[in-house]
């Protein structure tokens, strides 16, 4: 157990990406204890990138036919800030943002005159959250903490429409003995969706998942999202996969199991191999005024 004393601070993070798998996880927190006057933060990225070949295999398909592809993904973890009005008045923040995209590498798209081009996205997944607790304690007010919270994701293909999740909320209540514990849970669940890709090309995967975290004065803060972003990549048809990092492996192995349009073992592949970890050491800060 980490025992911090008066005017004292502590913030620290970790996490991993593994480039094969297509999965990560991090987690992030940050103490603070009374009469501590200094910002303490945390911030940890992690991003994880592959690229896969769609070959005919046994489907009977030749280069620059259209074929389709499934992708299952899923999300979960939590955001937990405390606060405390006495001796110091105690805030806490804790956010996180993560994203996943497949490109078509093949086909290069360019503006008017050239300037700037890219690939065709062929499906992707965003998602965000934040918690929040703070003393907000003044004569008449009839409360002594403020939390707030808000959670969104959304994904979609080429030929899925976008489908998306808002939430948020808050509340402004009496805390018990001066202190106030606010966490919330974010889950997705199993996310599955279609898209369209051609034969013969080149698919180019990437996925970034990162929190932050402060305190300040007499306040906790947590991001946990410690293993919790994976994908997995299913070719129908008869199509095979030839993965740039990664081999096929049977799904009991993955965190995320193959679609109902999935066909049998070899066919089926999820994301492999090995990995990469990117951490990251600067983000925003938010600037917040005393209440």
């Not at 994203?99 to 992707?124: H, K, M, N, R, Y």
């Not at 003393?135 to 994904?155: F, I």
């Not at 995967?205 to 997995?232: H, M, P, R």
Request: some cysteine; overall charge negative; glycine content about 12%.
């Amino acid at each position: 157990m980490l025992s911090i004393g008066d005017n004292k601070s502590y913030a620290t993070s970790s996490g991993y990406a593994d480039a094969g798998k297509l999965r990560m996880g991090i987690s992030a927190s940050a103490v603070s204890r009374p009469q501590n006057n200094y910002f303490t933060s945390s911030y940890i990225a992690t991003t994880a990138t592959n690229r896969a070949t769609i070959l005919p295999g046994t489907s009977g398909l030749s280069a620059g036919d259209t074929t389709r592809l499934q992708l299952t993904m899923k999300l979960d973890g939590t955001l937990g800030a405390d606060a405390r009005s006495y001796p110091g008045k105690g805030w806490a923040h804790a956010e996180f943002d993560a994203g996943f995209a497949i490109s078509d590498s093949s086909v290069t798209i360019c503006g008017p005159g050239e300037v700037g081009c890219w690939s065709p996205q062929l499906a992707f997944f965003g998602a965000s959250g934040e918690a929040e607790a703070y003393d907000v304690y003044g004569p008449g007010w009839g409360y002594n903490y403020s939390n707030h919270w808000s959670e969104s994701w959304s994904y979609g293909s080429n030929i899925t429409p976008e489908t998306s999740h808002d939430l948020a909320g808050g509340t402004k209540e009496q805390g018990v003995g001066m202190y106030y514990d606010w966490g919330r849970s974010f889950d997705t669940g199993y996310l599955t969706l279609v898209f369209e890709a051609i034969v013969g090309h080149t698919l180019d995967i990437e996925s970034y998942l990162e929190a932050y975290v402060d305190a300040n004065n007499d306040a906790e803060s947590f991001a946990d999202f410690d293993k919790t972003l994976a994908f997995g990549l299913t070719p129908t048809n008869g199509v095979v996969l030839g993965w740039e990092i990664g081999n096929p492996v049977p799904p009991a192995e993955n965190a995320v199991p193959p679609g109902p349009e999935a066909v049998p073992e070899p066919s089926s592949m999820l994301l492999v191999g090995a990995g990469l970890v990117s951490l990251l050491g600067l983000h925003r800060v938010r600037a917040r005024k005393e209440q």
